[in-house]
């Protein structure tokens, strides 16, 4: 079974620039969530979909923060514009089980963004 | 607000030896409990999980404590490895915040061979 991808892995860009990135869940996979992990602390959760529908963006920036998942499959997350402090590791996850669920969340690898 | 935390943010063992990583955390109404482990540019990944109406659960090489009377946690690997060298997260979720986790700092464990 393939995992969660992300893309890119990897991001450099000057504060003010926007930026986005991509994630495929595992197929079948009904709930998806972006958490943004800043250097030496857990992973803090931004946004949860099931489906296509938002279950919770209370912690997401939404000033500056987007989130999108349009068929209910792959998501976009976007930054607009990008300021020092959203340097950080931006981790996707899916889980097989409705959003009331905590458990079975898989991470994909993560998309590193450095904003200088 | 209410959060997860860690007591130690690094430990250091010895191949063999047994680990043991502690987490606190304050929110009463936590009823269920995760461990994940992150190995360098990886994403987090479920190690063992616990329910508050349990005291212990046992998985393979590793057991998970709760105390729920000093809302503490713990995960204990036995045998250490080499392939367990990771910062290892505990996560909280309140049946009210659906399937919100709230992860601690985490804590870097390194095996010496």
């Known amino acids: 079974e393939a995992g969660v991808a992300q893309s890119p892995r990897y991001k450099i860009i000057e504060k003010r620039q926007s930026v986005a990135f991509w994630c495929n869940p595992i197929?079948?996979?009904?709930?998806l969530y972006w958490y943004q992990q800043i250097l030496g602390q857990g992973p803090k959760l931004l946004i949860q979909?099931?489906?296509?529908?938002?279950?919770?963006d209370s912690q997401l920036p939404k000033d500056r923060f987007s989130a999108e998942r349009l068929k209910g499959v792959d998501s976009t997350l976007k930054i607009q514009p990008a300021k020092l402090e959203d340097s950080a590791v931006y981790l996707c996850?899916?889980?097989?089980?409705?959003?009331?669920?905590?458990?079975?969340?898989?991470f994909g690898p993560g998309t590193r963004l450095t904003v200088t | 607000g209410e959060s997860v935390g860690l007591h130690l943010p690094t430990l250091s063992v010895q191949e063999g030896d047994n680990s043991i990583i502690n987490c606190a955390y304050s929110n009463s109404a936590s009823d269920y409990f995760i461990w994940y482990k992150q190995e360098s540019g990886k994403g987090p990944q479920f190690i063992i999980d616990?329910?508050?109406?349990?005291d212990k659960r046992q998985g393979q090489r590793v057991t998970v404590l709760l105390n729920k009377t000093v809302k503490h946690l713990s995960l204990q690997i036995a045998a250490t490895q080499p392939g367990d060298s990771a910062v290892y997260f505990c996560?909280?979720?309140?049946?009210?915040?659906?399937?919100?986790?709230?992860f601690g700092e985490g804590t870097q464990l390194t095996v010496n061979p």
């Open positions: 979909f099931q489906n296509n529908g938002v279950v919770d």
């Open positions: 197929s079948g996979h009904a709930t």
């Open positions: 996850a899916s889980s097989p089980g409705l959003a009331a669920y905590p458990y079975e969340q898989y």
């Open positions: 616990i329910r508050s109406n349990m």
């Open positions: 996560a909280e979720n309140t049946e009210t915040s659906g399937s919100r986790l709230t």
